[in-house]
């Protein structure tokens, strides 16, 4: 196996750390289309690896999710909505 590669024997005995919410930034892109996404990364989880990168520092493994935003669609790139199969009563 080459030097530096993560196995998953490295990520299973990593340490799993607790982590707080400081500050999630929505980054915002104007598409060719002209309609506009918005995107946030969150985290699910942090994992620091008995690994550290060539400067020293500790390796951390993050579980996320990419949460996207459709905004601004012309109208002319919109569907027809679909009729809801569901009917409460």
């Known amino acids: ?3 530096g590669q993560i196995t998953p024997q490295d990520v299973a005995e990593g340490t799993e750390l607790d982590f707080k919410e400081e500050q999630e930034f929505w980054n915002t892109y104007k598409l060719g289309d002209g309609s506009t996404l918005k995107v946030k990364l ?3 989880g942090v994992r620091r690896l008995k690994k550290h990168d060539p400067d020293g520092q500790p390796i ?3 579980r996320s999710q990419n949460v996207v935003r459709v905004l601004d669609v012309p109208k002319e790139l ?3 909505p679909k009729e809801q199969t569901f009917k409460p009563t």
């Open 78 to 80: 919109r569907a027809k």
């Open 42 to 44: 969150v985290l699910n």
């Open 60 to 62: 951390y493994i993050i």
């Open 1 to 3: 196996m080459a030097e």
